[in-house]
């Protein structure tokens, strides 16, 4: 786990070097101060989905280069079997498998996100990011909080929101939950 937040940080410092940004430019980007970005940057700190498809947006880059280091390569389909997805495990409550990392130029980025349960007086990140979100759980039941408005979605429930609120979840009743995640 450990491993894949120090390689997400090399790519990004590497990032900046191939492209000459200011690391201040890219704090500005993901709303950190730079302390917090340099930190995560050295693999101190992980930066969220949301700050990686920001950066990735902004400075045409693919999210799979970001996340796994790796180019898509296909254009006309991507085939992912039944756990086969790129996988990254960046946070410990959090795993993010890729359902379509080798399709180039995609509109939306689909993910099989696992969350594992926390206490609830751990305190929840919100997040925020350009576009739009569909979520649907697949297993588990799901708080989900979008603006100052909290839902719990089960099994076969779906939302689709304004992916610029911020939001965050949590897995509820002590066990994971997993979901299908579709960022637009």
Known sequence: MHDAIEQIGERLRGLRDVLDIPA????QLCDLDIDTYLRMEAGDGELS???LQKISKKYGIALDVL????EPHMSTYFLTRKGQGMSVERRKEYKYQSLASGFRSRTADPF?????????DTP????????????????GTLELTIGKRTLVLNEGDSVYFDATQPHCMRALNDKP????AIIL
């Open 24 to 27: 201040e430019d890219i704090a």
């Open 112 to 120: 099989m996100v696992t969350v594992e349960p926390k206490s609830d």
């Open 124 to 139: 929840l990140h919100k997040n925020s990011h350009q576009g739009q979100e569909f979520n649907m759980v697949t297993e």
């Open 67 to 70: 996340l796994f280091g790796e």
């Open 49 to 51: 989905i949301s700050s």
């Open 177 to 180: 939950v997993k979901f299908l």
